[in-house]
């Protein structure tokens, strides 16, 4: 299954991802970003069947990309355009972001090692995720490819809990 940049953003807007309250130079910062460098991004994950560690992968690189291709600055000049201390506010933001996907990347070197380590399965791993009912068995199946989940419940990846 092929997914598209637009059917992407189609499946963000509908999960409620993409507020219709936001600016509208937010909204189409955010777009951008999920069509073209998202979609990049993830092209050679898109096709393989979803697990718990691809999609911490995914989003891992949803992480790195939406800062290094500048999408964070984007969106929040864009949410804020009067503020005085955007700036700060953005460096705060990056580095913040920047630590979370230094801790996702090396849970992701040692995965199946993390899990044993707390005990986890991955069908474990995959309840803290919010997903829809049917989803975890689809996944440990690997019936669902990450494109599928990215469309199906497109949070799932781009909604990062991470501890």
Known sequence: MKITGKQVVSAVKQSGGIDPNWRPAQQKA???YLEKDLADALSNLLDQPASAELILAAQLKHVETFVGCGALRKILTAAFPNDKLISQRIATAETQMKKLAGQ????????????????????????????????????????????????????????????
């Open 30 to 32: 955010m777009e951008k």
């Open 104 to 163: 996702m990347s090396l849970a992701l070197a040692d995965f199946d090692d993390l899990l044993k380590q707390n005990g986890l399965q991955e069908r474990d791993y995959l309840m803290t995720m919010n997903l829809k009912p049917g989803t975890a068995n689809k996944i440990l199946q690997r019936q669902m490819t990450i494109g599928e989940l990215l469309i199906d419940q497109p949070r799932v990846i781009l909604d990062i809990r991470f501890s």
